[in-house]
């Protein structure tokens, strides 16, 4: 009889600890995060587990307090915390069954219950890792959502500075807010599409922020979101509101944000453009910016500061101008850069025939005897005759459609010569002359069939003027003649 009791306490007090083990257990990660950020976080909580009960009685004060004490309650008010059926302790520790300073563990804690208040900036990965890093408790709400944000926070460059003891970089609350977190895909989220920019330039855009934690080389460049907004990208993102073009994370990623490195940048651009970088990379390029370390993308296009490429591209004072008129060019290693020292004097040796020509493909390529001088201006020429029939074609077709001639079909035709400008922009990557003649050759019979129609709207329309012009001429004669004959019936009448 007695083995029976010993081994039901046995079997009481095993259940017990496991339950309270799992209580008070902590994400693995956290545990890890906690000690590298010199936190006692997990001590805290491990002694004094948080409670919750069906009544958030926090509210009882904080909706009657001071605008201070209301704010935490009007901002929770529609977040997806309070969706979801979150309290106040959950967050912020203390009982929530209790009742004023009984619910923060009476009066200078006399009684602790695990009430933090205000977390530290340290603290606060930590305490949204508490759920967010547990895949068991996460997929009873959303299990599409990823558990392994901290994990990658501590591999960003924000999460290293904070393991370095800089807690002025960003954590959770400063990207997502605090009270007032929404989904991604509402509007007035922090981190919806449309308001990443603005949300990361709360600190990017502001030198005196940098200053705290960033070197003189970042407090410098502390322009990313001014330059963004002005960029192809922010113009379409932010003035669009196209949700479709990138926004900081998509080049930076969320949670592990960091610069991309210098072999890094091209695998983030062709995420989107994958054309560009399969050209890039089997061009004749690729190698150079390779053994010289040159990012591949930004060398030419820059980073957030992204022009929407044109026809004038490659002129002076580009992009392209930026490693051209360094005075020293023996770097870049070809015999073009060695001959002179800066790009100014490059500009002035060009012989007049060149000098007409806009692109910076006749920096190297001058010497007429050469192909690929000679690819270069089939080249130039075939992109320049193809932008000007575009042109004519469209204002044509305009015209002919505000006359009230059918020109769909046309139009169709020549939205396939736009697409076809911006491949052939986008075979310049590979600086292939076969390739971009094949291209060019492909589309000649569209754009014969677009003039034939062009040419056939016009007709159509003097056709139709012409004849409107005899049908109103002899209608006109009609309409003489009957009167004259209507007034000499009077005369003979009146006679």
Same mark, same amino acid.
């Given at each position: 009889?007695?083995?029976?009791?010993?081994?039901?306490?046995?079997?009481?007090?095993?259940?017990?600890?496991?339950?309270?083990?799992?209580?008070?257990?902590?994400?693995?990660?956290?545990?890890?995060?906690?000690?590298?950020?010199?936190?006692?976080?997990?001590?805290?909580?491990?002694?004094?587990?948080?409670?919750?009960?069906?009544?958030?009685?926090?509210?009882?004060?904080?909706?009657?307090?001071?605008?201070?004490?209301?704010?935490?309650?009007?901002?929770?008010?529609?977040?997806?915390?309070?969706?979801?059926?979150?309290?106040?302790?959950?967050?912020?520790?203390?009982?929530?069954?209790?009742?004023?300073?009984?619910?923060?563990?009476?009066?200078?804690?006399?009684?602790?219950?695990?009430?933090?208040?205000?977390?530290?900036?340290?603290?606060?990965?930590?305490?949204?890792?508490?759920?967010?890093?547990?895949?068991?408790?996460?997929?009873?709400?959303?299990?599409?959502?990823?558990?392994? @944000?901290? $994990?990658? !926070?501590?591999? %960003?460059? +924000? #999460? *290293?500075?904070?393991? =370095?003891?800089?807690? &002025?970089? /960003?954590?959770?609350?400063?990207?997502?807010?605090?009270?007032?977190?929404?989904?991604?895909?509402?509007?007035?989220?922090?981190?919806?599409?449309?308001?990443?920019?603005?949300?990361?330039?709360?600190?990017?855009?502001?030198?005196?922020?940098?200053?705290?934690?960033?070197?003189?080389?970042?407090?410098?460049?502390?322009? @990313?979101? $001014?330059? !963004?907004?002005? %960029?192809? +990208? #922010? *113009?379409?993102?932010? =003035?669009?509101?196209? &949700?479709? /073009?990138?926004?900081?994370?998509?080049?930076?990623?969320?949670?592990?944000?960091?610069?991309?490195?210098?072999?890094?940048?091209?695998?983030?651009?062709?995420?989107?453009?994958?054309?560009?970088?399969?050209?890039?990379?089997?061009?004749?390029?690729?190698?150079?910016?390779?053994?010289?370390?040159?990012?591949?993308?930004?060398?030419?296009?820059?980073?957030?500061?992204?022009?929407?490429?044109?026809?004038?591209?490659?002129?002076?004072?580009?992009?392209?101008?930026?490693?051209?008129?360094?005075?020293?060019?023996?770097?870049?290693?070809?015999?073009?850069?060695?001959?002179?020292?800066?790009?100014?004097?490059?500009?002035?040796?060009?012989?007049?025939?060149?000098?007409?020509?806009?692109?910076?493909?006749?920096?190297?390529?001058?010497?007429?005897?050469?192909?690929?001088?000679?690819?270069?201006?089939?080249?130039?020429?075939?992109?320049?005759?193809?932008?000007?029939?575009?042109?004519?074609?469209?204002?044509?077709?305009?015209?002919?459609?505000?006359?009230?001639?059918?020109?769909?079909?046309?139009?169709?035709?020549?939205?396939?010569?736009?697409?076809?400008?911006?491949?052939?922009?986008?075979?310049?990557?590979?600086?292939?002359?076969?390739?971009?003649?094949?291209?060019?050759?492909?589309?000649?019979?569209?754009?014969?069939?677009?003039?034939?129609?062009?040419?056939?709207?016009?007709?159509?329309?003097?056709?139709?003027?012409?004849?409107?012009?005899?049908?109103?001429?002899?209608?006109?004669?009609?309409?003489?003649?009957?009167?004259?004959?209507?007034?000499?019936?009077?005369?003979?009448?009146?006679?």
């Amino acid at each position: 009889m007695k083995r029976y009791y010993i081994l039901i306490l046995i079997t009481l007090f095993v259940s017990i600890t496991i339950a309270f083990a799992k209580e008070e257990d902590f994400p693995a990660v956290v545990k890890q995060m906690n000690n590298l950020v010199k936190s006692d976080f997990v001590e805290k909580f491990k002694a004094n587990p948080h409670k919750k009960t069906d009544k958030d009685n926090c509210l009882l004060c904080h909706q009657t307090g001071s605008p201070r004490a209301k704010k935490p309650v009007t901002d929770f008010k529609g977040s997806i915390h309070q969706e979801v059926g979150l309290h106040c302790s959950d967050c912020h520790g203390g009982n929530s069954a209790k009742f004023s300073m009984e619910a923060m563990g009476g009066m200078f804690n006399t009684k602790p219950n695990g009430f933090i208040g205000k977390p530290k900036r340290k603290d606060i990965s930590l305490m949204c890792a508490r759920c967010h890093s547990n895949a068991e408790y996460m997929k009873n709400y959303n299990p599409k959502l990823p558990v392994d @944000q901290l $994990t990658k !926070y501590m591999t %960003s460059t +924000h #999460g *290293k500075q904070m393991i =370095k003891g800089k807690d &002025v970089v /960003a954590v959770c609350s400063d990207c997502h807010g605090s009270h007032s977190i929404l989904p991604k895909n509402k509007p007035t989220s922090m981190v919806y599409a449309v308001n990443v920019p603005a949300t990361c330039g709360q600190c990017h855009n502001d030198k005196e922020k940098m200053k705290k934690y960033g070197t003189k080389k970042e407090t410098k460049q502390a322009n @990313q979101f $001014t330059e !963004y907004i002005n %960029s192809v +990208h #922010g *113009k379409v993102l932010l =003035k669009k509101q196209d &949700v479709s /073009a990138p926004a900081c994370n998509d080049c930076h990623g969320n949670h592990g944000a960091t610069p991309p490195g210098v072999d890094s940048v091209s695998m983030s651009c062709k995420q989107c453009h994958p054309r560009n970088a399969e050209l890039f990379t089997s061009g004749t390029h690729f190698l150079d910016f390779s053994q010289k370390g040159l990012p591949q993308c930004a060398t030419c296009h820059t980073k957030h500061n992204i022009k929407s490429p044109s026809h004038a591209f490659v002129k002076k004072d580009t992009a392209c101008a930026d490693c051209h008129s360094k005075n020293d060019l023996k770097t870049l290693g070809t015999k073009i850069d060695k001959k002179f020292n800066n790009f100014d004097e490059l500009v002035k040796s060009y012989t007049p025939e060149v000098k007409q020509q806009s692109n910076l493909c006749f920096k190297c390529h001058q010497d007429k005897s050469t192909k690929s001088y000679q690819n270069v201006v089939n080249m130039q020429n075939n992109l320049t005759k193809l932008l000007k029939d575009i042109h004519r074609l469209n204002q044509s077709l305009h015209n002919s459609e505000n006359r009230g001639v059918e020109v769909s079909g046309a139009k169709s035709k020549l939205d396939q010569l736009k697409r076809m400008q911006v491949e052939l922009r986008t075979i310049h990557h590979k600086a292939d002359y076969t390739l971009f003649h094949t291209k060019v050759n492909e589309k000649k019979k569209e754009r014969q069939e677009v003039e034939a129609e062009a040419k056939k709207a016009d007709e159509e329309y003097f056709s139709r003027r012409n004849w409107l012009i005899l049908a109103s001429t002899v209608i006109t004669l009609l309409i003489i003649i009957l009167i004259i004959k209507i007034r000499s019936i009077e005369k003979e009448d009146n006679a």
